[in-house]
């Protein structure tokens, strides 16, 4: 596998070379793909300084792996939009931390197709995940590649026309600290806390974000939403279980279209003593997203799977 050189951003739909995660690409069968990338210690998703890289950098290396694949792999042409239904990522060792100039990853890749005769092309894949050489953790990508046309009537159902211009937008609301949520700079901080209740916060979003917002976006970026999981999740383990550690799980069902010129909410429902919390995104009255996050010690992760055997 070459790790030396990024695959062109377009097959991963990104507008610049340093936000493209993946080197290279290798069929092995019908449904089997071997996937590599390369994570540098700079990257926002990285979050720098902690004491082992992070599942959302794991959860963005996966999907841009299935986009990658749609495309050179599955013959879905270039342009048509991405719908993301489901991501998922689950640690079973401690990342490395991305201290040296990058960190190798490898995914081992199994995509299913939908039934013969589906009219729709829903795709989904599981990914064993090797960093040197050892078996970490799975992820796994559930997606739609969707007709422009078919695209654009979906988002007028839901109120916006894709490419508008929001014509209130959301209004600033001061972040947490950024070391309270893993992050360093103020505008990495996704989330604001709620004065009115514990365990609600409100989605921070700057659109001029590099990261985030790289290239035009007509709605609530999907990455956007899983990196405030994972900041309300600490947030609330660590106010449930002091000393609480890293996120060691961190699945999304995606329901609906963010828009871009309301507030959105992000509450934790439930926090167990173990460190598993259930948290929903909504805007207004609609569920945009539903998470399930776990956070604490790798090695407990690894005495579950051994008890399950």
Known sequence: MNFD???PRKSVHKAVDSEVLLTDAVRLGD?????AARWHRDHYLAHHGGPAADPVLLMETARQAAIHLSHRFLDVEYGMPFVLSEISAELFET??????DHLAVVLDVVCRRPAEGARRLRLEIEAD?????????RVGVCWEPMAPRRYALLRRRGGQEPGAVPSHPTPSRDPLWPARVGQIAERDVLIADD???K???WLRLDREHPVLFDH???HVPGMALVEAFRQAAGVAAADNRPGASGVTLLTVVFSAFGELDAPVSITAESVTSGGTAAIRAHQGDRELAFATVRCGAVDSVLGRLEAAC
């Open 216 to 218: 035009d976006c007509d």
């Open 31 to 35: 449904d089997r793909f071997t996937v």
């Open 199 to 201: 365990n609600r916060w």
């Open 195 to 197: 004065s009115l209740r």
């Open 129 to 137: 995940v090797l960093v040197r050489h050892r078996r970490v953790g």
């Open 5 to 7: 050189r990024c695959v």
């Open 95 to 100: 990342l490395p931390p991305v201290r040296e």
